[in-house]
């Protein structure tokens, strides 16, 4: 294919794009097919020849769109929003084409500079302390990764070689293996399965934290632990608060477990993957009063923020903590010393929406969730089951698990809309969160009908 | 910005990107500005409103352009290839548009399958082995990783879960972490940076293997190794064998490497970071016998088989070790258990340009290179300096180190082609990779006579 050919099924694909997302709501939203529907519906072996880009194109209706889950259709509410904007689109279009490797300055250094500054930009709509922002006197700074689970990881490896290195600062004759086999990580039993696995790849021990009422992680618990672990010889060293749990969106108190933290000696990592975005709006940064504590900060504009994959973005207080853990310059900051021009994206999305127009995306799926939840007050044969902070509400049918289970079961057979579950305390909830960038007050309306009406017919089912 | 405003802006995006990459070559290949030039070019802060699309593009070119070491001219010989072409663009914009996030079938089934099958064709495509194929009755399969660096340290904490079990089956006595502090991982010393790397990361020593005059790792010193540490007591678990090193391209014996391994219960991991994707045509298919004895094995599309970045591809020949390792379901292979829909990408490009059209232009760019060397051979002044396999030519003038410093100074500012060094036994040697899709015979002539010429000037000023 060359450049002439590009200009015109590039455009033809602007097309289908724009088609796709402006009629995505006539299509069901969640795929009715058996796990292995592709393999048979093409060759077993790639073609020898060129094909036409006619017959590709036939084939993604065919094979490929019969077999999405459409995250962005205004009736998926399930899991967490996926960001999708235009601008974002049109970035990435850029990024594709200019196609650089942005492993150090001389590979690329309008992608290396253009991240740092874009990471400045975004950590003062959150109203970061200036220690966080790289274009100051402090002595940190922010980067893109790829997902908040390798945010977790390179915060706890960092964490890891500070405190080995700490420890043998005083106690010169003990070996590297014999402090990391005393090592001990803190995180909430509400965390993501990532910082648990972040620890298994770092070869440290992790321990859940109980959770309070609201699946917050309090003071007194974390404090009777790491006491505990002392007290056998073991070495706290490490605590993942989150900021908007995955089950329930709860916040853990960072403001009485950051000095906790600092005064024991343990790096704070706060993951805030889902609810970072939300900071931006002057109502909900207090949810971040705190941050102050933390040795390192880490959300998923990716997520809410109308960024499109991958984008999570990551700030350290001391570069040098993580320079000093990866034995490597301060360009090399990443996990993975490569990349795209992701900084791209977060530049087209920022000055085309300004950040009155990302206040306003927070804002209203802020408020359709609140919608969602009076529909949910309303009917007393529901209950809701954590308290609706940002756009995830958790409900349920008063009663039992089963209940619960086949009440979502006839929601995903329907197909009209998408919700997965959580359990809370052992109890099996539904999740309701607000994504899709589309999404209106007459598609959270429609959804709430729908939901009540397969209740209805299964509680007329049910032996009284 | 809506659907009407995107089909609009997109459509200007194509012919700006189609703009771009016919007329790279009039930009000069690499910037010419220092460190920190870019932020004192835009605001300190995000704008609070929003700005215009045609304001944004005009920064493009005033702000970003400058900065940009352009990876797609074909005057650019620096690092290897990053793959670029239409078809895989297309697919991007395509896999934006779907949005969706892959980190179950139910999240995505399309984009889960769509990867299975396309890591089968594409291992078919290098004729592996059959247990490395999904679609078979063997235990192995293929996934995308973002990096070669990602597969390196997915395959080494594999391979110490296994380590760590097999152990304690025997001597069950022994704590995690004492195993732990006794296993030992190998690897070349011309292996990249990422494979240490990875054992920081997973806590186990690493090791590097002398190589020999080919730069290459060969069985007995390896064995060498292996002896004295099993003699003090260590546990020898990992090798990282390298087909195509990042310095010279050389080649690790693995034919005789992998039986070593085999015998001494070492996992074996070949990186083909670059060189993988020329084993698509026969006449280098050899260069990857001895793949039957791998336990893993990884390569990059995104280097050399004209996919975009991110795609890097990895195939087990045991499944369960992997999610042994992770305790975690097969669908959740990957080490972020979060990505796009990248084998789109690879769908869009094996079927509109068809195996053959990938040979041709594997083929092509190791014709350029071997025509490189053939003038490097013809000029007395020069020698080369490893064996010319495939599309790397590292050389350097007959002389002292200081004096191919001044030629690739010299190189660097002119700023006509791009180029970086590497040390091979102390020496400082130029390496030229043959990295655009569009780099021909003309480019190669030309950057050759820009190279003698400034090489003339550099010896007319020496002292005789």
């Known amino acids: 294919m060359d450049a002439a050919e590009f200009r015109r099924r590039g455009k033809e694909m602007v097309d289908y794009v724009a088609d796709y997302l402006e009629k995505i709501e006539e299509r069901p939203v969640y795929p009715d097919l058996e796990p292995g529907y592709l393999r048979d519906l093409i060759p077993t072996e790639a073609p020898c020849e060129p094909e036409s880009f006619e017959d590709l194109m036939q084939d993604v209706e065919r094979v490929i769109m019969p077999g999405i889950t459409h995250w962005h259709s205004p ?23 200019i196609g650089c490797i942005g492993f150090s300055w001389a590979a690329s250094p309008a992608c ?113 632990m790491v006491e505990e672990d002392k007290a056998a010889g073991l070495i706290p060293f490490y605590f993942c608060a989150t900021l908007g749990t995955t089950p329930s969106c709860a916040f853990d108190h960072i403001t009485k477990l950051g000095p906790l933290c600092n005064k024991e000696n343990m790096w704070m990592h706060i993951d805030a993957a889902y609810a970072g975005s939300a900071f931006i709006c002057p109502e909900f940064r207090p949810l971040l009063n705190g941050i102050e504590y933390a040795d390192s900060f880490n959300f998923n504009p990716h997520k809410w923020l109308l960024i499109n994959f ?44 300004g950040l009155k127009g990302l206040q306003a995306h927070i804002r209203k799926q802020v408020a359709l969730a609140k919608e969602f939840e009076s529909l949910v007050q309303a009917d007393n044969r529901f209950e809701i089951c954590a308290e609706v902070i940002l756009g995830l509400v958790c409900f349920r049918l008063k009663g039992s698990n089963e209940l619960n289970q086949n009440l979502l079961k006839r929601i995903t057979k329907s197909r009209e809309i998408h919700l997965v579950p959580c359990q809370l305390s052992g109890r099996f909830v539904l999740r309701f969160a607000i994504c899709a960038r589309t999404t209106e007050s007459r598609h959270i309306q429609r959804a709430w009908r729908h939901i009540t009406q397969l209740a209805f017919e299964l509680l007329q089912e049910q032996p009284h």
Request: with cysteine; net charge neutral.
């Open 75 to 97: 009736n998926f509410f399930a899991y967490f929003p996926a960001a999708s904007s235009y601008p974002a689109m049109l970035a990435d279009m850029l990024c594709g084409a």
């Open 112 to 224: 290396t500079e253009l991240e740092t500054v874009m990471l400045d930009w975004l950590g003062k709509m959150l109203q970061l302390p200036e220690c966080f922002i790289a274009g100051t006197h402090g002595h940190g700074g922010g980067v893109i990764q790829s997902t908040a689970s390798e945010a977790t990881l390179m915060s706890l490896l960092a964490a890891r070689c500070k405190a080995v290195r700490r420890v043998q600062a005083v106690e010169s004759e003990r070996s590297e293996s014999d402090v990391l086999s005393k090592l001990v990580a803190y995180t909430s039993d509400q965390a993501h399965s990532s910082v648990e696995r972040a620890a298994l790849i770092g070869a440290v021990m992790m321990r859940k934290v109980p959770t309070d009422e609201h699946f917050a992680v309090r003071e007194e618990m974390l404090k009777k």
């Open 310 to 353: 991958d984008c999570s973005t990551m700030w350290v207080k001391k570069r040098t903590d993580i320079i000093g853990a990866f034995k490597m310059e301060p360009l090399y900051l990443k996990h993975e010393n490569q990349e795209r021009f992701r900084s791209l994206k977060m530049w087209f999305v920022f000055r085309l929406y």
